[in-house]
C-alpha cells in the first residue's frame, strides 16, 4: 500500500494546486484527505482560499460548518481565509459576521475586510474601517488603490495612492495604480506615471502594453512590447492577445512562433489568443497544429481552450470536429454555444443552427446579442422567414435589447422575401436610428424585386436624415443606379452615376486572397 503523507506532505501538495491555479486539484486533494478519516488543520484555510478563487460556496459553506464544530474557528488564518471566500463569492454578509465573530483580527483580517467591502461595492464600510486602522500596510493601501480604480473611480484611487507613506510605497503600489488607469482606458495617465516608475515588473508592462490594446493602439502597444528588458510568458501573452483582438491576426501568429523561437512554452492563455487568431484568418491548418500541440504538450483543456477550438473549427468550417469538441464538453458556456450557432450559420447549415439554439434553450444556458445575430444572420442565409420573426419576438424574453445589426438582419430577411412594405414598415418604427446598412439591405431588395416606388420612399428617408441625397455611402448610389438601369430608366440611372463622379466616388476593385503557408497573399 502506498504510505499515506504527512500533514506537510498533504499540505505541499494543496500548496502546489493552488500556486498553479488548479483549485479544483485542491478540492479533490481534500476529499481524499477527509476519505480518510484525518483532519489536518494546516490546510483549511487553502481550502478556504480554493474555494474563493473557483467561486465554489457551497463547498466553502460545508468547510464552514465543519470548522464550526472545531475550535478551529478562533484560528486567525482560518477565521481570515473564511470571511475572504465569502466576499469573493459576493457574500458579503456573510463575510461581515464571521468579521465580527472573529476573537482576534490581524491586519491580514482587515485588509481582507477592505478589499471585501471595496469589491462588493461597500466604499462606507471600506472607508471606515481603513480610517480605525491602528496599523496599515503596503496590502492595505493597494486594497484602497486598487478597490476604488476597479469601481472607475481613479480619482479616489490616485488620492490614495499619492499619501503612500514611502516605506510602502513600493512597486507594486505603483502598478496598482497604473492597472487601475490602464482599465479604465485612461493611457495618458498611466503613460506618466509609468514613466515616472523608479522601478518596474513584469506585470506593469504587461498592463500597459494589454490598455493600449483596448484603446486599439497596437502600434504603441508593441512599442511598449519592445521595451521590456526581459520578457516572460505574461508579456507575450498580453501582446498575442492585443494583436488578436485586434484583428491583427497575422501578426499574433508571428508573435506566437517567435515566443516559441525564444524557448517560452505556451499556457492556456496563450493557446486560446492564438487560436483566436486562426479562427479569424480561416487558417485551419495552423489551427489544427495548435491543437496538436495542447495534446502534445498536455495543456490544460479548461473552457477557454475548449470554446477556442470550437470557434476555430466552427469558423473555418471543420463542422465535424467542432461538434465532437462541443458534444465532449461537460460544460458549455454562452460563448461556447455562439461559437457553434455562428459556424453553422455561416456555412450554410441553418436548419442546425435553429437546432443547436433549441437545445440552448432547454439547457438554460443565457443567450446574448451575439446568439441572436448569428440566429438571425441563418435564418437571413436559409430564407427561413417565420422562424426568424420568432427568434426575434424571443430576445425580449431572454432580457436581449435589439440592436441596429439585428434590425438589419430582419429587414434584410424580409426583403428577400419580397415583404418590402414590412420591411419598410420596421424601419419606420425602429427604436435605434437605423444606418446605412440597414437601408441598403432594403436598396437591395428593391433593387431584386423592382420596387420603384419603395425606392422612391426610401430615398425621402435618408434625405430627411441627412439633409440631402449624399448618405456617404456609395453603396447607395451603385444601387440607385442599378435599380433604374433594370427598370429601363436610363435617365436616372446616368444622374446616379454622374452624381457619383462628380463626389470622386470609384468602385471598389475586386480582391481575391489565397493563404500561402500561414500568410495571406
Not at 401 to 417: E, F, I, P, S
Amino acid at each position: 500500500m502506498r504510505a499515506v503523507p504527512n500533514q506537510t506532505r498533504w499540505s505541499d501538495i494543496i500548496r502546489k494546486h493552488l500556486a498553479q491555479g488548479s483549485s479544483k486539484e485542491v478540492l479533490t486533494v481534500y476529499n481524499q484527505i477527509r476519505r480518510k478519516g484525518l483532519y489536518i488543520l494546516g490546510v483549511v484555510h487553502l481550502v478556504f482560499k480554493a474555494c474563493a478563487s473557483s467561486s465554489k460556496l457551497n463547498y466553502g459553506k460545508s468547510l464552514h460548518a465543519e470548522v464550526m464544530k472545531t475550535a478551529a474557528f478562533f484560528d486567525v488564518k482560518i477565521g481570515t481565509s473564511l470571511l475572504d471566500m465569502y466576499a469573493k463569492c459576493g457574500h458579503i454578509t456573510d463575510a461581515g459576521r464571521v468579521f465580527d465573530e472573529m476573537p482576534v483580527r490581524s491586519v491580514v483580517t482587515l485588509n481582507a475586510m477592505i478589499g471585501g467591502y471595496l469589491r462588493n461595492g461597500d466604499t462606507k464600510s471600506a472607508l471606515d474601517l481603513f480610517g480605525k486602522m491602528s496599523t496599515r500596510t503596503a496590502v492595505t493601501w493597494i486594497e484602497m488603490i486598487d478597490g476604488f480604480a476597479r469601481r472607475g473611480d481613479t480619482l479616489k484611487a490616485r488620492s490614495f495612492f499619492d499619501v503612500v507613506p514611502s516605506d510602502l510605497r513600493n512597486v507594486v503600489t505603483w502598478t496598482a495604480m497604473i492597472d487601475g488607469y490602464t482599465r479604465n482606458e485612461e493611457m495618458e495617465a498611466a503613460r506618466e506615471l509609468f514613466e515616472d516608475m523608479p522601478e518596474r515588473n513584469f506585470y506593469v508592462w504587461s498592463s500597459m502594453i494589454s490598455g493600449y490594446c483596448k484603446r486599439g493602439n497596437v502600434k504603441e502597444a508593441r512599442a511598449i512590447f519592445d521595451r521590456v528588458p526581459v520578457r516572460n510568458l505574461v508579456n507575450w501573452n498580453a501582446m498575442i492577445s492585443g494583436y488578436a483582438q485586434n484583428g491583427f491576426c497575422e501578426e499574433a501568429l508571428e508573435a506566437y512562433w517567435k515566443m516559441q523561437a525564444e524557448a517560452f512554452e505556451p499556457d492556456g492563455v496563450t493557446i486560446a489568443c492564438v487560436l483566436s487568431a486562426c479562427a479569424q484568418l480561416g487558417q485551419l491548418e495552423a489551427g489544427k497544429e495548435i491543437h496538436n500541440l495542447i495534446v502534445e504538450k498536455e495543456i490544460e483543456l479548461n473552457r477557454f481552450v475548449l470554446n477556442g477550438l470550437v470557434d476555430m473549427y466552427a469558423k473555418c468550417g471543420d463542422l465535424s470536429n467542432a461538434k465532437l469538441i462541443f458534444e465532449g464538453m461537460s460544460h458549455r458556456t454562452t460563448t461556447c454555444w455562439n461559437s457553434m450557432i455562428s459556424g453553422l450559420a455561416i456555412h450554410g447549415q441553418s436548419e442546425e443552427a435553429l437546432e443547436f439554439f433549441r437545445r440552448m434553450e432547454d439547457s438554460n444556458e443565457k443567450a446574448d446579442e451575439i446568439t441572436f445575430l448569428s440566429l438571425l444572420s441563418a435564418c437571413v442565409h436559409g430564407g427561413y422567414v417565420d422562424e426568424g420573426l420568432e427568434v426575434f419576438s424571443k430576445m425580449e424574453k431572454h432580457g436581449v435589447t435589439a440592436g441596429v445589426k439585428h434590425y438589419g438582419c430582419l429587414v434584410d430577411l424580409l426583403g428577400r422575401a419580397g415583404r418590402l412594405k414590412e420591411a419598410f414598415d420596421l424601419i419606420k418604427n425602429m427604436p435605434v436610428k437605423p444606418n446605412d446598412a440597414v437601408w441598403g439591405a432594403l436598396l437591395g431588395a428593391c433593387r431584386v424585386y423592382l420596387e420603384m416606388d419603395m425606392v422612391e420612399q426610401v430615398m425621402q428617408e435618408v434625405v430627411k436624415v441627412h439633409g440631402k441625397m449624399d448618405s456617404g455611402d456609395d453603396l447607395h448610389y451603385v444601387l440607385l443606379s442599378n435599380i433604374y438601369a433594370a427598370s429601363d430608366r436610363w435617365e436616372k440611372a446616368e444622374k446616379m452615376r454622374m452624381s457619383m463622379t462628380d463626389k470622386g466616388f470609384q468602385k471598389t476593385p475586386g480582391r481575391s486572397a489565397v493563404m500561402l503557408g500561414y500568410t495571406e497573399q
